[in-house]
């Protein structure tokens, strides 16, 4: 315990929360403590009181009984106007101020501190910056004039203004389409890396809380903890009925979304360059096992898929680079395992092809490498299992 | 690739609305030339009216330009004052009403001013004439009381509109009730409380005429006399007169509802 006094952040402390007229507590003296620069996600069933944990801790809800430290001090009866200019917040409404630019929407917290105007306008640039804006053009726009997807990452920049340790973001991705929403999850999560600030999340989706969490605390009516661990090992050795439940079936599939194909094996596929010949590439063709090569440009980069039948008619006149299919399925290295398959299913020799930043030809995935991967990590999880009863050694990245 | 062109149609869809939103905003020149300009016509037939014709002693009376101008600077005072009037009470009421603590206070206030409003602002008078005394001071009360519903409602009405989730994330960055009230749900409720304050200001333009049955000095006085003296000529110039003035103070707030709307709403 005491070696780990200063890497929590938040400790809550037999929180508790009554709501006038109900029979049942919201949250029932719940105690957890959250590690300084991790996302810590809270999940559950709507109605599991997720949300007034998360509120009690900023006391946009009061806790009935209960206490919460903040960085080792007691801010169960500070001055709660002070205590939220110290934690970032965003909604799944965002709530930016429509008649304020963008620029003063994100000063509330600083002009609130008094900052000076240069200091301000600075840290407004930074942000903008940060989240991917350019200050220039949206400085001064309304947040009618914004995309939601935009708006999100206002909301976000203003959350940081001040540069706070702890954030408490409910469904901040919530209110998104799918596509923007994984975008934003992902630059969330670079943008995390930077400044790893102490995140407490609240969700109701279990997969976003795989993708974004250090931790996921899942938790069941009365914002009980039905367990409180790493994503892993919420997927490897879920503790109950609940759990599994709540994971739903196809845990394996998950957690193809916690590895990465650069922390894979990549296999290779034989490639021929654009300009060779069509008797060079009948030559890699039938040196190997598979039904095509992998036609790639002069800067490596993955072209076409060519097979004997394409072979046969660049015989008869055609240019190579004309005939064979498309090289479909490219992914990066930073692609999860469960994308990769994604794109896997639907390309043609259920095969990804891997490629570096500047677009040129890694490797491939193939279903065995998945198939693999999956193998490997639940014995990886059930061995570290077994010493944890008694140490915990991990998390010393 | 998706990213830019994603940025690509919030650039655009972003460019229509800053192009649209002046518009909506505001009107073009003519939209605010044509009523003071259509005003001035009908002042300019009114005088064409009065100098070509022969008046009879009561008429010239009461028709004189400095006897009218001053009935129209009391008539305005009247209708300045008692909007004035409503404007300091009706809009700290409608705030009061819409805070949590006040909630269960709202149902019998709001019985309290519909009375103001139910009571035909003539019976009003009377009573206010009988009870307290003649002239201004009755008719400013009588009026405000007749209009501040209508103000405190939309006050009202203004507050609750706000976003709850902005309220929600400007409380979360730890702004004070106050600033809340003061910077988010005033500047937000405007354009509502704005639209009370301008129903309240016409409707106590044209009211105010009423000030005459219990010597206010105003517009109806022209109204009043010529129906006494049996000169119908003096009633008909009186309420051309009013209806100028009452058209005149709406195109003014209206202006002003144009200008006070804060920007990027």
Known sequence: MTDSAGTIEIRLEDLSKRFPGQKEPAVESLSMEIPKGEIVILVGPSGCGKTTTMKMINRIIEPTSGRIFLDGEDVTKVNPDHLRRRIGYVIQQIGLFPHQTIAENIATVPKMLDWDKKKIADRVEELLEMVGMDPG???????????????????????????????????????????????????????????????????????????????????????????????????????????????????????????????????????????????????????????????????????????????????????????????????????????????????????????????????????????????????????????????DEEDGQ | MPDTEQSNLDQKTAALVARGAPAGRRRSLLGYLFMPVALGIVLVLVWLSISSRELDAAEQNRLALDYILRMTWAHILLTLASTALVLLIAIPVGIILTRPFARTMTPPAIAFFNIGQAVPTIGLLAIFAIAWQFGFFPTVVALAAYTSLIVVRNTMVGLRQVDASVIESARGMGMTKISVLSRIELPLAVPVIMAGLRTALTINVGTATLGAFIGADCLGRLIVSGFSGNRPYITIIGGILVAVLALLVDYLAGIAEDFLRPKGL
């Open chain 1, 137 to 391: 053009q949206y400085r001064d726009r309304y947040p009618k004039e914004l995309s939601g997807g935009q708006r999100q990452r206002v909301g976000v920049a203003r959350a940081m203004s001040a540069d706070p340790d702890v954030m408490l973001m409910d469904e901040p991705f919530g209110a998104i389409d799918p596509i923007t929403r994984d975008r934003l999850q992902n630059e969330f999560l670079r943008l995390q890396e930077d400044i790893k600030k102490t995140i407490i999340f609240v969700t109701h989706d279990i997969d976003e809380a795989i993708k974004m969490g250090d931790r996921i605390a899942i938790l069941k009516e009365r914002s009980q903890i039905a367990q409180f661990d790493t994503p892993e090992r919420i997927l490897v050795n879920p503790a109950d009925d609940f759990v599994a439940d709540f994971i739903g079936r196809g845990a394996s599939l998950k957690r193809l979304s916690l590895s990465r194909v650069r922390d894979v094996e990549l296999h290779q596929w034989p490639t021929a360059q654009e300009g060779a010949s069509p008797d060079e590439v009948r030559r890699v063709l039938d040196a190997s096992d598979k039904s095509a090569v992998l036609l790639l440009d002069s800067q490596q980069r993955p072209l076409r898929w060519v097979n004997a039948d394409h072979l046969g008619r660049a015989d008869g006149g055609h240019e190579l680079s004309k005939l064979g299919l498309p090289a479909e399925a490219v992914v990066q290295p930073n692609a999860t395992l469960s994308d990769t398959l994604n794109e896997m299913i639907t390309a043609r020799y259920s095969t990804a092809i891997v490629v570096d930043a500047d677009r040129a030809y890694q490797g491939i995935v193939d279903i065995d490498t998945i198939n693999e991967t999956v193998r490997t990590m639940r014995e990886a999880e059930r061995g570290r299992l077994r010493p944890e009863q008694t140490a």
